[in-house]
């Protein structure tokens, strides 16, 4: 966990300078704070996509406690938005691996790292003595299926395959079926990128997500919405219609590297409670790491 | 995918519109609405802030507060500026006049260069070019097959060797030589705009090819961080134009506001499917009508111009005035609208229309319902519906997979629309207003 926080750390570091840099930048300097105060912390939040709402919620949380602690301290107006992000982000459990096997299904837009994503969880998985078996269950994209393929290849885990554009639904009762005789351990699958909007494709991702409840009752335990950290405000639109369709129990933010904020995921957990599970803080299988909320944010503060 | 960024705007306006006297502050009221929506649609908080003050300079002036109609002349300032700001005029890609056209795509990962670039090369193809793509993407596993397969699909060849991103570029250019490629459209590995590595070997592929024209790659769903990513990217390859791709979704799309504004470069191309055809020419005029609530009349035409044979129309003329208009024509026009596109997207363009439908699912499939049924029936049948009685309409509801009550309903609307074709020599076209399809 010490290197994953280093490594966020170094991940965050644009982030991290940029929003916090504006922030003193904004908070010191001032003795009193005032009304314009609120405004530019407000504005600052908005600038890491954490939206016009959840911005306007957390600068109005500071201000009552501000006023409650009768604090002006730039510093300890900080370390209280500090406070109030943690609490919207935290009380989350971390991901576990209960079931046998284990079964999770990745759903998201077009390019947000699904496919990435798995074959780094799988790896990790590997690593840790798993039996790891993928599902290509996206058979629509061009060569999604030889892009699983080699992640499969790299860490030996086993891999279940249709024929392009053939039934996803098919494949991954397949992969579900073939992990229970197998016995293996844990279920990821890949399904085509989609955007939210297109009806039919909703449709065909709840009938993935029902024909793996057939393969094996209970499952999916876990559906992951794969975010890109770059996602604006349709993160939310995201959020809330993958969730209608085939119910989220956790998001996975990629892409945290660069100069994002992935502030969106404040937006999402606030409106619909779905917390981070997974966070990709660079290319190689180790830069994605499970997800601790008093971490991202002490890092995003340090 | 501006849809709801129109809607915000719609209502703000309509109290605007309703206004007979615009004070200072309900022109402010109604602009600090207008910057929420933009900030709610990922523009950037630095551009709407700059966008709001331009418009409320203007809005306050003198002609506008004594016009008769202030509340319009504030909707007509912010449809100028933001025409102006989405780059005035539609813009084409540029084209090498001696020798061969490069174009170079370039972007973060995961924003669609792979098929934008198949897009381009089947849009050019089209056009009468002889297009050579070429996968330099050796970073992603598969990425290089995904876009074999998607050539082999569109029948435009890919050039690729085992070697480094700027080994390949500069082989691909003499192959284009060699093979007489008039253009070569190079996908990049996507990357981050702050990863110095992978931004120097675009630099060198630049140096190595010298592309006519590079293309920035931008997800309309980009929050407002496209600003930071766009601006690194012109900075350090001087980008000439934006291609902005998954703008079918419900994405708002402000980042094209921020792009544009920051970079100073147009967008040229919008992806609008997940198909290779799905590539549109980006009009500023018209996404601003579309913002704005005001409908895209001109796309709907130029669809259906496209789509639509004018033989065939002819044709249909000719029948229509000696009213012989048959199941069988009723098909035909039933495949042209199809060609057009989705009807959501087809409806979304007549102003007015996309806000009354919103939320409802256009059902696609109930032409396809249509069209079964009319399959189901014989050519005779189909000349002459009259001669349909009951079994043969529990022949044709069986036979297409519905019910026989749709089969009544079909052919009922069909006998009204042969009615009204009938009166149409009497009546003039204004027969048609009155006119229901079945669907």
């Given at each position: 966990?010490r290197?994953?926080?280093?490594?966020?750390?170094?991940?965050?570091?644009?982030?991290?300078?940029?929003?916090?840099?504006?922030l003193?930048?904004?908070?010191?300097?001032?003795?009193?704070?005032d009304?314009?105060?609120?405004?530019?912390?407000?504005?600052?939040?908005?600038?890491?996509?954490?939206g016009?709402?959840?911005?306007?919620?957390?600068?109005?949380?500071?201000?009552?406690?501000?006023?409650?602690?009768?604090?002006?301290?730039?510093a300890?107006?900080?370390?209280i938005?500090?406070?109030?992000?943690?609490?919207?982000?935290?009380g989350?459990?971390p991901?576990t691996?209960?079931?046998?096997?284990?079964v999770?299904?990745?759903?998201g837009?077009?390019?947000?790292?699904?496919?990435?994503?798995?074959g780094?969880?799988?790896?990790?998985?590997?690593?840790?003595g798993?039996?790891?078996?993928?599902?290509?269950?996206?058979?629509?994209?061009?060569?999604?299926?030889?892009?699983?393929?080699?992640w499969a290849?790299?860490?030996?885990?086993?891999?279940?395959?249709?024929?392009?554009?053939?039934?996803?639904?098919?494949?991954?009762?397949d992969?579900?079926?073939?992990?229970?005789?197998?016995?293996?351990?844990?279920?990821?699958?890949?399904t085509?990128?989609?955007?939210?909007?297109r009806?039919n494709?909703?449709?065909?991702?709840?009938?993935?997500?029902?024909?793996v409840?057939?393969?094996?009752?209970?499952a999916?335990?876990?559906?992951?919405?794969?975010?890109?950290?770059?996602?604006g405000?349709?993160?939310?639109?995201?959020?809330?219609?993958?969730?209608a369709?085939?119910?989220?129990?956790?998001l996975?933010?990629?892409?945290?590297?660069?100069?994002?904020?992935?502030?969106i995921?404040?937006?999402?957990?606030?409106?619909?409670?779905?917390?981070?599970?997974?966070?990709?803080?660079?290319?190689?299988?180790?830069?994605l790491?499970?997800?601790?909320?008093?971490?991202f944010?002490?890092a995003?503060?340090? | 995918?501006?849809?709801?960024?129109?809607?915000?705007?719609?209502?703000i306006?309509?109290t605007?519109r309703?206004?007979?006297?615009?004070?200072?502050?309900?022109?402010?009221?109604?602009?600090?609405?207008?910057?929420?929506a933009?900030?709610?649609?990922?523009?950037?908080?630095?551009?709407?802030?700059?966008?709001?003050?331009?418009v409320?300079?203007?809005?306050?002036?003198?002609?506008?507060?004594?016009?008769?109609?202030?509340?319009?002349?504030?909707?007509?300032i912010?449809?100028?500026?933001?025409?102006?700001?989405?780059?005035?005029?539609?813009?084409?890609?540029?084209?090498?006049?001696?020798?061969?056209?490069?174009?170079?795509?370039?972007?973060?990962?995961?924003?669609?260069?792979?098929?934008g670039?198949?897009?381009?090369a089947?849009?050019?193809?089209?056009a009468?070019?002889k297009?050579?793509?070429?996968?330099?993407?050796?970073?992603?596993?598969?990425?290089?097959?995904?876009?074999?397969?998607?050539?082999?699909a569109?029948?435009?060849?890919v050039?690729t060797?085992?070697?480094?991103p700027?080994?390949?570029a500069?082989?691909?250019?003499?192959?284009?030589?060699?093979?007489?490629y008039?253009?070569?459209?190079?996908?990049?590995?996507g990357?981050?705009?702050?990863?110095?590595?992978?931004?120097?070997?675009?630099?060198?592929?630049?140096?190595?090819?010298?592309?006519t024209?590079?293309?920035?790659?931008?997800?309309?769903?980009?929050g407002q961080?496209?600003?930071?990513?766009a601006?690194?990217?012109?900075?350090?390859?001087?980008?000439?134009?934006?291609?902005?791709?998954?703008?079918?979704?419900?994405?708002?799309?402000?980042?094209a506001l921020?792009?544009?504004e920051?970079?100073?470069?147009?967008?040229?191309?919008?992806?609008?499917?997940?198909?290779?055809?799905?590539?549109?020419?980006f009009?500023?005029?018209?996404?601003a009508?579309?913002?704005?609530?005001m409908?895209?009349?001109?796309?709907?035409?130029?669809?259906?111009?496209?789509?639509?044979?004018?033989?065939?129309?002819?044709?249909?003329?000719?029948?229509?005035?000696?009213?012989?208009?048959?199941f069988e024509?009723?098909?035909?026009?039933?495949?042209?609208?199809?060609?057009?596109?989705?009807?959501?997207?087809?409806?979304?363009?007549i102003?007015?229309v996309?806000?009354?439908?919103k939320?409802l699912?256009?059902?696609?499939?109930?032409l396809?319902r249509?069209?079964?049924?009319?399959?189901?029936?014989t050519?005779?049948e189909?000349?002459?519906?009259?001669?349909?009685?009951?079994?043969r309409?529990?022949?044709?509801?069986?036979?297409s997979?519905?019910?026989?009550?749709?089969?009544?309903k079909?052919?009922?609307?069909?006998?009204?629309?042969?009615?009204?074709?009938?009166?149409?020599?009497?009546?003039?076209?204004?027969?048609?207003?009155?006119?229901?399809?079945?669907?």
């Amino acid at each position: 966990m010490r290197g994953f926080f280093k490594k966020l750390k170094i991940g965050l570091e644009k982030t991290r300078s940029r929003l916090v840099g504006q922030l003193t930048e904004t908070v010191t300097g001032r003795p009193q704070f005032d009304e314009e105060l609120f405004e530019e912390i407000e504005e600052v939040l908005i600038a890491s996509d954490c939206g016009v709402e959840t911005a306007g919620l957390l600068a109005g949380r500071l201000r009552e406690e501000c006023s409650r602690r009768k604090t002006m301290q730039a510093a300890e107006v900080l370390e209280i938005l500090k406070e109030q992000m943690v609490l919207v982000l935290a009380g989350d459990a971390p991901a576990t691996t209960a079931h046998q096997p284990h079964v999770i299904l990745f759903v998201g837009v077009n390019g947000t790292g699904k496919t990435t994503s798995i074959g780094k969880i799988g790896a990790q998985l590997k690593a840790q003595g798993k039996q790891v078996l993928f599902a290509a269950a996206d058979t629509f994209r061009a060569a999604a299926r030889e892009q699983l393929q080699i992640w499969a290849g790299r860490s030996g885990a086993d891999i279940v395959t249709g024929a392009d554009g053939s039934d996803p639904a098919a494949v991954a009762f397949d992969a579900v079926s073939a992990a229970i005789t197998r016995g293996r351990d844990v279920v990821l699958i890949d399904t085509a990128g989609r955007l939210h909007t297109r009806h039919n494709l909703m449709e065909e991702l709840k009938k993935i997500s029902r024909a793996v409840g057939k393969a094996m009752p209970g499952a999916p335990h876990e559906t992951l919405l794969v975010l890109d950290a770059t996602t604006g405000q349709n993160g939310v639109a995201q959020a809330e219609t993958f969730g209608a369709a085939v119910g989220l129990t956790g998001l996975v933010l990629t892409k945290l590297d660069g100069t994002a904020k992935g502030g969106i995921v404040l937006g999402i957990r606030h409106r619909f409670g779905v917390p981070v599970k997974w966070v990709g803080v660079g290319e190689k299988p180790d830069d994605l790491e499970t997800f601790d909320p008093a971490e991202f944010v002490a890092a995003l503060f340090q | 995918m501006f849809g709801d960024l129109s809607d915000r705007l719609d209502g703000i306006f309509k109290t605007l519109r309703g206004q007979g006297k615009l004070s200072e502050g309900n022109v402010k009221d109604a602009l600090k609405e207008v910057r929420r929506a933009f900030l709610e649609a990922d523009v950037n908080y630095k551009v709407a802030k700059n966008f709001i003050a331009g418009v409320e300079e203007e809005s306050l002036g003198e002609k506008v507060l004594s016009s008769v109609t202030p509340g319009q002349m504030v909707i007509k300032i912010v449809y100028d500026r933001l025409v102006q700001l989405l780059g005035g005029q539609s813009r084409d890609m540029a084209f090498n006049p001696r020798g061969i056209t490069i174009w170079m795509m370039v972007g973060l990962q995961g924003s669609g260069k792979t098929t934008g670039c198949a897009k381009l090369a089947l849009r050019h193809k089209r056009a009468g070019r002889k297009p050579l793509l070429v996968a330099a993407d050796i970073y992603r596993p598969a990425a290089k097959d995904q876009l074999k397969i998607l050539g082999k699909a569109l029948d435009i060849p890919v050039f690729t060797t085992d070697d480094g991103p700027v080994k390949i570029a500069t082989s691909a250019v003499a192959h284009a030589k060699e093979n007489d490629y008039d253009l070569l459209i190079l996908d990049t590995a996507g990357r981050l705009h702050i990863d110095d590595v992978l931004m120097d070997e675009l630099k060198r592929m630049r140096e190595a090819v010298k592309p006519t024209e590079i293309m920035f790659v931008a997800d309309a769903m980009t929050g407002q961080d496209a600003v930071k990513s766009a601006d690194e990217f012109n900075k350090a390859l001087g980008i000439d134009g934006v291609m902005l791709t998954k703008t079918d979704g419900d994405a708002r799309g402000g980042a094209a506001l921020s792009i544009l504004e920051v970079t100073g470069r147009p967008v040229k191309f919008v992806g609008t499917g997940e198909k290779s055809a799905d590539l549109d020419v980006f009009h500023p005029s018209r996404m601003a009508s579309r913002i704005l609530g005001m409908g895209d009349v001109v796309s709907l035409v130029e669809k259906a111009q496209a789509a639509v044979d004018t033989k065939k129309a002819e044709e249909l003329e000719q029948k229509l005035r000696k009213a012989q208009f048959t199941f069988e024509d009723f098909y035909d026009q039933l495949q042209q609208v199809k060609n057009m596109g989705s009807l959501e997207s087809l409806l979304g363009m007549i102003p007015g229309v996309g806000k009354a439908l919103k939320g409802l699912p256009i059902d696609d499939r109930a032409l396809v319902r249509v069209e079964a049924m009319i399959q189901s029936m014989t050519p005779e049948e189909r000349r002459n519906p009259s001669i349909i009685n009951g079994s043969r309409r529990k022949r044709i509801a069986l036979g297409s997979g519905n019910s026989i009550q749709d089969v009544n309903k079909l052919i009922k609307q069909f006998g009204e629309m042969q009615k009204m074709v009938k009166k149409l020599g009497k009546m003039g076209p204004k027969a048609f207003s009155g006119m229901k399809f079945p669907f």
